[in-house]
């Protein structure tokens, strides 16, 4: 005690320093507390009332976001005692985050399945804006102890989230997957997390980064490579990909919207955040990251869009797809650069765009013909045509084909991973380019397959349902002009970035 | 004097004898206690170290938290293996696999 | 970069309306009711204001100091990519022609698609294209060059398919597609080696004003230019890309083969996108990209157009599928502008590109009369007939007088008969051509006379359609003698379009002097600076002997088609009838002419019989030939490349599923055994 | 020091021999109970790693809540799940968990092959903190210390925690409750 009293006054006057910078995290909080207790004075008649609160009370918390725009304008803060860190490019991951949430949270009453859940969704409200915080935690951390609370935070809600149907066998059995696999590795995570902080003696990431070369580099690397895992496990690349498609197919589609969003961005945040430790100087013995997260980079583009091909499953084959495209944004982490950092906002936010557009599309298909499979889109095109045409737009830019914001978002990618490599001449970073062009086009095959279903096949079943999920096609339109219409003028986000 | 090694050396023993479990047990309770082998195993780590840090105490409270997350996390797993037993009624993860390729 | 003329302004904003104004038709059809009759007149309208503003453009820039304005578009990294307009002669002139072609044919397409189902739907997608079209020609940046290309292959795609109830219609559409995209891959990996090796995008930099890539020179195995050096490979890799590109949307030789089939598509589509300016937008690439070719490769070219123009002919000899012979006298007419880039008649090439464009389009809508009055009295009668096919034709210059008189002009000027704009701009090709081969070596020698025989092919198989269609008798008649028939020309909306065309397709639009192509005032602003005037044997040598021999040959083709089963000329034969009404009174004109032409015409007849169509058996052999083993290398090659691609993916997808049993505990397995591994092999490495 | 030494090595037989138990058991309430004695070994090492709190909140969280609950969970859910638990068939030794053991082994290996590389008793910050005294010695309390670190310099974890907890709480109970209820 008597060794801390002369540091109480200068810590207290810190936290209390750094309470400005935290004010979207502080009303995320508050929110928490109105929507559960909300939920809890209302009952199960308190859905509508839960998502209107949710639903302000983000907005809220994005226009904190908007404010904090300011404040990082003298540079970088690093609040509470080294917790977190407060840059601009983690004000636009939460900026980008909290947007694609308010969709998200919107979207969810708009799915029939998740809807018609016996016990109410006011609970979900709750839980998602608990997990929004985690994210947020996640995009700011970079102290050890809050990496490993963020994600804890962010699994635990993403755990209850996938499980939330509980009447069915699938979302169950998904939850189960899940909880298994993020808790394990999330142990296999804190052990690394151990024997860094036993290298280090801190769980600082700067004084780590200063006391590890002092370190026997086959033991930093394994303890690197477990901390990995738990980051991994968020990002769902190989070898932690596994998970991904079972729990995507078993989850409410909202869910599964949410799931393979934003955590996602907030993860490639976290990952940005910790890059100090994977970065050796050359006479570095151990395993050098960059080339590291460069295989798994090529091997996860590989994994994620050959295996995609052979899905008839929608959600499943988008549950594929979402891993080639976070071995695609690898990509874009390995350049180390700034330019490489605005590439992969920008191409997250494109991808999280369009991917939540073809998800709600999946919601609306099932929810007025109970079509899961692409074989149940077959003509489906021609009676629904708005529908449709969305649906082909959103594909389109997800292959990222020229118009579409998919395409600039892939062409920043690889014109960022192109002057790194006219700086470095790595080999690495060539083939990743080769293999991002080619699973590019193996990724046309199974993208295309849903407008030729919807499209070029014929159906013998003539009638259209009446009940039409309106809320939907509305999100889904909008999300396919905005592609369009940012295709067209790339600039107008990314010189923000 | 008990070095660190000799606590590295235990917790690793733990580690692995968790790892063995969650990959071979056939019951999800047990994977659970194989998970929580493994958590101990680190919180050990953080723990010996910890005794070097007498000033911030970074091990020490890395090693509540911890804990207290995996008492979070094996709730929420314990309701959801709940729930898989009673649509499958079965607990075994080998068994469950409906969501496949 | 832009121009400080006070008219800028305004010239870009007319450009700009040019452009914009058959999207806003297109946006507004798409939201018009399936059915509504509206459509057609929204994109009329559009394309006619258009087409103004398009020939103020043109008035204001043709000749004059060219306009370039651009605006920063976006930023990757340090580099920063402009958007903007380029209008130079070629532009502008593409500019006009698409609109001047467009116009008649949304006019005629307001009949011709009158009945069907998804009238506005229809006009969507041809103001669609028509955008597309138009902003490939003004932009002046590869990305949106890029861009547009990649919509008009999408619109064409659109249209290629709009009867998808169809399965050939599919079919054709899959084709069109794919070969398409193997030339867009092509146009993509040049534009970014352009990129990589000069920094920019701007196609006035990169080939006009600045002509980065005209200055840049390859010397001992490497690419030089001010902006650095890279091996040599990379230029020849730009080339083939770019050619993949040409050849892909101007059907050339190895990627021709989707042109034919895409003529399922409505026969007006047909006029507008797979006749006149669509396939030209290759030889407009090559136009805009043209520093980029060295003279070899040039050569290349010129031999690739030569055989494209020329297995195209011969093909069209033998077929019966009235838009499928006009298909390929496309193809074979591209040939002629390919070839016209590669031995340096760039003036021509273009000359011919305009021409060919009104001319074409103008058989396209005749065909279309014509399959549409075949496909009335099909319905009338309830017959089980091809309403394309050309045997059941014949004789219908009585019953579609105007159709035929226009038919005939079109026919003319593709065959490049004198008076028409198609003498005008072919024999410079020609004549071009022969002497570009003067002091090149006997083989090369062999691409103008190629061109030169490919001509007299051209003029065979054009006459065998306008006599099997137009002259002789209804054979359908013959076959089934009940049928009533009541069938004309139709309304004003397709005599309008027709005449239209046709006065197009004569010289005076191009020239004032019909004989010779170098005082077309549109060569003259084209042709470049070192223009080889009018001295050499070539310029009157050619085209007398052309014209001759086609006169011949067109003759024949009458002798055989009308006539092949008398060898007395029955009473309804051509020169019979012409010599009855008009020289009958004549006795010593007909006696001292007519007879020894009659004469001559069996000589011809039995030269015909024995020599020519023996020559075309042939032919007909070779092309059958040619024809089957493409057919085998698609099936076997490119097919089996396909499934072998197929393969691959789904053995690697599979090795990736194959961790994907659902057990929970496998994957956990598998992931700790890779990291496992990794240490593994650290610690002992 | 001997005692203590022959204590750490009493206690660390006992963590590792009931842990190796518990996995190796077939029968799942015994897994659960020789668990119970393995978190006890634990706390008693944490108490001679000097981290007296630590230690008695591994027994209070781990032994009077993770453990209770999971013995709770299984009794709540019925009779016959005890029993469809309980009887798992197979030897104690079964091909099937081969693949596992060499994992677990070969992991093993190459953990014991890292921690001796790393020579954790000669790192340079532990040899700084012995320097600068900033070592738990035995007569030195650390709970008021731990106590003053969570109100500052680990307050927002502390906080944010908070907000974890009760979404857990939400959620679970979301989860477990019957369908229809309230």
Redesign the interface.
Known sequence: MHDLLPHISAQLTNVFGSIPYFMPEIYLTVLFLVVLITDLIFGRRSVRLCKIVACTGLLLVLFKDLQQVALILDGDHVIFGSMLLLRRSTVFFKIIIDLLSFILLLNFTWDDKLKGHPKGISDLYTISIASILGLHLMAMAINLLSVYLAIEMVSVASYLMVAYRSETALSTEAGLKYVLFGAASSAVMLYGISLLYGFSGSIDLLAIVQQLPNVNPVSVSFALVLVLIGIGFKLSFMPMHFWVPDVYQGAPTPVTAYLSTVPKIAAFALLVNVMPLFLFSADWKGIDFGILLSAIGIITMIAGNFAAVLQSNVKRMLAYSSIGHTGFALMAVVTFNVQGLSSLTYYLAVYALANIGALALASYFSNIVDAEDVENYKGLGLKYPAASVCFVIILISLTGIPVTVGFTGKLFVFSAVYSAYEQTHSIWLMALMITGALTTVVSLFYYLKIPLYLFLKRTENAEVASERSYNLLVLAIVISFLLVLLGIFPNSILKYL | ???????????????????????????????????????????????????????????????????????????????????????????D??E?????? | MSSLLPYTDTIISYTIAAVALPLVASLINFCLPVKSKLAGWVSTLAILLGCVFSAMVFAAVWDQQPQHVQTMWFTIGTTKIFAGILLNNLSVMMLLLVSLIALPVHIYSTAYMKYDDRYSRYFTYLSFFCFSMLGLVVVDSLVLFYAFWELVGFSSYLLIGFWFTKDKAVQANKKAFIMNRIGDIGLLSAIIILFAKFHTFDIATLFISDNLVFKSVIHDGLWISASGQIPAVWQYVACIGVFMAVAAKSAQFPLHTWLPDAMEGPTSVSALIHAATMVAAGVFLLGRVYPLFTDSELTVLAVIGCFTAFMAATIALTQNDLKRVLAYSTISQLGYMILAMGVGAYGSSLFHLATHAFFKCLLFLVAGVVIHEMQHIKEENDLDIDPQNIQYMGGLRKKLPLTFIVAVVGSLALIGIPLTSGYLSKDGILIQAFEWSEGRSAWLKLIPAGALFTSWLTAFYVSRLIVKVFFGEFRLLKKYPEIKLHISDGGWQYRVPLILLAVCSLFPLFSLNPFFYEKAWLFESLKPAEFMARENIYHTIIPIGVNILSVFVIYAAYAIYVKQNTFSFPQTGFFYRLSYNQWYLDKIYRKAIVKPILGLGKTCFWFDRNVIDGLIHLIERTSRMVASLTAWSDKHIVDGFLHLMAALVQSIGNFARKFQNGKVQYYLYSMLLIVLVLFILKILI | MTLVRLLFYVMSFIAIASALYAALSKNLVRSIFIFFVTLFALAGLYVIALADFVAVTQVVIYVGGILVLILFAFMLSGRETLNVIQHQKGKFINMAKVPAVILAVLFLAVIVNIILKADADNLPWIKQAIAQQNEITPTSSTIDNIGVNLMTTYLLPFEAISVLLLMALVGAAHLSRKEGGA
């Not at chain 2, 790892?19 to 194989?34: A, D, F």
């Open positions: 004097m008990i070095t660190l090694t000799d606590f590295l050396l235990v917790g690793a023993l733990l580690f692995c004898t968790g790892m063995y479990m969650i990959v071979s047990k056939r019951n999800s309770i047990q994977v659970l206690i194989g998970i929580e082998l493994m958590l101990n195993a680190a919180i050990l780590n953080l723990v010996a170290f910890g005794k070097y840090d007498k000033l911030n105490n970074g091990g020490q409270v890395f090693a509540l938290f911890a804990i207290v997350l995996a008492a979070a996390t094996t709730a929420v797993a314990l309701a959801i293996i709940l729930n898989v037993y009673r649509r499958y009624k079965t607990i993860p080998d469950i696999k409906n969501l496949r390729d």
